[in-house]
């Protein structure tokens, strides 16, 4: 099983700990050493994921579940009124964020703030988060990507100006978080409230053909 590198921190101390808690005989000790190195080893796993084909889909940034689904009448970098759909990721969840379809990056804003509960309406407001602008040839959409009370980091693999392809790994949350996705009018959503997606493999959205609209 593939596993994040920014998890060696974690399930490497608590290894050697079992490892010298067994030499020393503290069975119930190292057993605790034990299930915490399998713990982070599950929650860092990285696993391998191929995207649906198709250029005019929109998929899920995130692994988790559907939270809120919302109409915006405005957004300051997004031309004209969409839908924002929360994803909120567990600790069970896989904790990688992608890209929801091949972009250009144009902007990449960390905020520093607090750690509300990253289901609460509040999280998306005052929470520390990343947020990220994404320019597609059909259309751009921004991503925001929120700690919680557990989760308090986030690393951003891609800066402004980069080219990601869709699916691709655009950053890692650490230890319960949540994404909101803000698309625009031209994407029509293929999900539903409280469904939960895949990141790289769920269809969010697909973007209309201007003929249609």
Not at 9 to 34: D, E
Not at 41 to 55: I, K, S, V
Request: aromatic share 12%.
């Amino acid at each position: 099983m593939k596993v994040a590198r920014e998890g060696l921190i974690f399930y490497l101390p608590s290894l050697l700990a079992f490892l010298l808690t067994l030499l020393l005989g503290w069975w119930p000790v190292s057993l605790f050493f034990l299930l915490l190195s399998a713990a982070f080893l599950f929650f860092f796993r990285d696993p391998n994921r191929q995207p649906p084909a198709g250029d005019n889909l929109v998929l899920s940034p995130a692994d988790g579940q559907v939270i809120k689904i919302e109409d915006f009448s405005s957004h300051p970098d997004l031309a004209g009124s969409g839908k924002v759909v929360s994803i909120f990721l567990s600790l069970l969840d896989v904790h990688f964020t992608r890209s929801p379809f091949s972009a250009r990056v144009q902007k990449v804003d960390y905020q520093p703030g607090r750690f509300f509960p990253a289901y609460r309406e509040e999280a998306s407001s005052q929470n520390e988060s990343s947020s990220l602008l994404l320019q597609g040839e059909r259309g751009s959409v921004f991503l925001k990507q929120m700690v919680g009370v557990a989760a308090r980091r986030i690393k951003c693999y891609v800066k402004p100006g980069d080219l990601v392809s869709a699916g691709q790994k655009i950053g890692l949350m650490y230890f319960g978080s949540r994404v909101d996705l803000y698309l625009p009018g031209q994407v029509e959503l293929k999900i539903g409230l409280n469904q939960k997606v895949r990141g790289g493999l769920t269809v969010i959205g697909e973007w209309r053909d201007e003929s249609q609209n």
